[in-house]
């Protein structure tokens, strides 16, 4: 069984994508502008970290754009590998969007909030390079699209990973208490981190260090 990847999110700066990348991780996670949650930082910030990445690292530009066209030019602004669409596209296809910029990987987030996720991810799946669950809400007033530090139905997950056919990452709640259990349980391609290595806003060696020991437990 191949080793599962790690995503440490909500980078602030190339000090945290420095440490996240020497800890063993195999992509950082870059949060754009959202409704709502941690992390966020301005796009010139972004390039910059992206810039400065070494070329095996996956940088995931976290965008809560719904347009294909703005999505487009937000990811030719930041440079950065991989788009991780957390809403769903009210504009354009996804054909449009691999057409437009050929290289980039697509990551669309799934928010497990009930049954009904299942069969969006399944109808999803085909179209883009992987899928990322998670346990936001884009059904609010105001949307909650990441980072919330809640878990979510762990089976419905297991579900998605067994028969979608595609790359999945495992995020929402996770630290290095459950992220075994949650690989042993689910077994997704990767597993992805924002409060669970944090300590009042900031990456957190030890934090860092216990969660990755914890996905190599598991894999072991």
Same mark, same amino acid.
């Given at each position: 069984?191949?080793?599962? &990847? #790690?995503? #440490?999110?909500?980078?602030?700066? &190339?000090?945290?994508?420095?440490?996240?990348?020497?800890?063993?991780?195999?992509? #950082?996670?870059?949060?754009?502008?959202? %409704?709502?949650?941690?992390?966020?930082?301005?796009?010139?910030?972004?390039?910059? @970290?992206?810039?400065?990445?070494?070329?095996? $690292?996956?940088?995931?530009?976290?965008?809560?754009?719904?347009?294909?066209?703005?999505?487009?030019v937000?990811?030719? &602004?930041? =440079?950065?590998?991989?788009?991780?669409?957390?809403?769903?596209?009210?504009?354009?296809?996804?054909?449009?969007?691999?057409?437009?910029?050929?290289?980039?990987?697509?990551?669309?987030? @799934?928010?497990?909030?009930?049954p009904?996720?299942?069969?969006?991810?399944?109808?999803?799946?085909?179209?883009?390079?992987?899928?990322?669950?998670?346990?936001?809400?884009?059904?609010?007033? $105001?949307?909650?699209?990441?980072?919330?530090?809640?878990?979510?139905?762990?089976e @419905?997950?297991?579900?998605i $990973?067994?028969?979608?056919? &595609?790359?999945?990452?495992?995020?929402?709640?996770?630290?290095?208490?459950?992220?075994?259990?949650?690989?042993?349980?689910?077994? %997704?391609?990767?597993v992805?981190?924002?409060? =669970?290595?944090?300590?009042?806003?900031?990456?957190?060696?030890?934090?860092?260090?216990?969660? $990755?020991?914890?996905?190599?437990?598991?894999?072991?």
């Amino acid at each position: 069984m191949k080793p599962t &990847r #790690i995503k #440490i999110c909500c980078i602030a700066d &190339r000090n945290e994508a420095r440490l996240a990348v020497e800890a063993g991780a195999a992509a #950082i996670g870059l949060v754009s502008a959202m %409704p709502s949650g941690p992390g966020v930082i301005s796009e010139e910030r972004i390039a910059a @970290i992206t810039a400065d990445l070494p070329p095996a $690292v996956g940088s995931f530009l976290l965008t809560s754009r719904a347009s294909v066209d703005e999505i487009i030019v937000q990811q030719r &602004r930041c =440079g950065a590998n991989t788009l991780q669409l957390v809403d769903r596209l009210t504009a354009g296809t996804y054909a449009e969007l691999r057409a437009a910029l050929p290289g980039i990987t697509i990551v669309q987030v @799934i928010h497990i909030t009930g049954p009904e996720a299942l069969d969006e991810a399944l109808r999803v799946a085909p179209q883009v390079h992987g899928l990322l669950l998670d346990s936001g809400n884009p059904n609010l007033p $105001v949307k909650e699209l990441g980072g919330t530090g809640r878990t979510h139905n762990w089976e @419905i997950s297991r579900e998605i $990973v067994r028969r979608c056919g &595609r790359p999945v990452f495992l995020a929402g709640g996770l630290s290095a208490d459950n992220v075994g259990a949650a690989i042993r349980m689910v077994q %997704p391609y990767g597993v992805d981190v924002c409060s =669970g290595v944090r300590t009042a806003g900031a990456l957190d060696q030890a934090k860092l260090g216990a969660f $990755v020991s914890a996905v190599r437990t598991a894999d072991a």
